[in-house]
């Protein structure tokens, strides 16, 4: 577990023209993104003390320390939120925080190398691994359930799957 932050939202923009800024929370409990600030930009460099103040459509409006108006909330629009690994709580055995899983190789049942996992995607009906490597035409995006992904293995840095046949290139 090489990543010592987590991303745990973004700031997508101002909310009203009072310096609130609108931000998405990716955390099982969306409202928990309040419990973990002051959150930082992806490289620490900065620090943003954050108060929600209300859930708005796509997330929450909330105050940022030292952010007065409009112009100052949409400057951070695109700004990821991160908190530190050690905030964060533990996870059951069976849920994986996405910065985990980024970078494992993935391998089928077999042991033949598949590829690597190069980002984990949720559109809204669950996770989505975004593999590339040999066995793929480019990448594939493969459901993160158990019957595909029925083993991963943190330790060892790979995981093991079960994609349906219509995903893997014929190689012979």
């Known amino acids: 577990m090489a990543n010592n932050r987590i991303c745990v939202g973004v700031i997508t923009g101002s909310f009203g ?20 600030s002051p959150l930082s930009n992806e490289d620490g460099s900065v620090s943003y003390q954050i108060t929600l103040t209300r859930p708005v459509k796509g997330g929450f409006a909330a105050r940022i320390k030292g952010i007065i108006d409009k112009e100052a909330a949409d400057s951070l629009k695109g700004t990821r939120l991160f908190a530190d690994r050690g905030d964060l709580p533990n996870l059951p055995d069976d849920e994986y925080y996405h910065a985990d899983l980024i970078g494992l190789a993935v391998y089928d049942t077999g042991g033949q190398l598949l590829g690597k996992i190069t980002a984990v995607h949720n559109h809204g009906a669950g996770d989505l691994l975004e593999v590339s ?7 594939e995006l493969l459901p993160f359930t158990s019957e595909v992904i029925p083993t991963v293995d943190l330790t060892s840095g790979r995981v093991i799957a079960d994609p349906p046949q219509e995903f893997v290139e014929d190689t012979e």
């Not at 490597?133 to 990448?139: D, H, L, Q, R």
Request: hydrophobic content about 40%; proline content about 7%; aromatic content about 12%.
């Open 133 to 139: 490597g040999p066995a793929f035409k480019g990448s």
């Open 17 to 36: 023209v009072r310096g609130e800024a609108r931000i998405k929370s990716f955390c099982a409990e969306p409202a928990a993104i309040a419990d973990y």
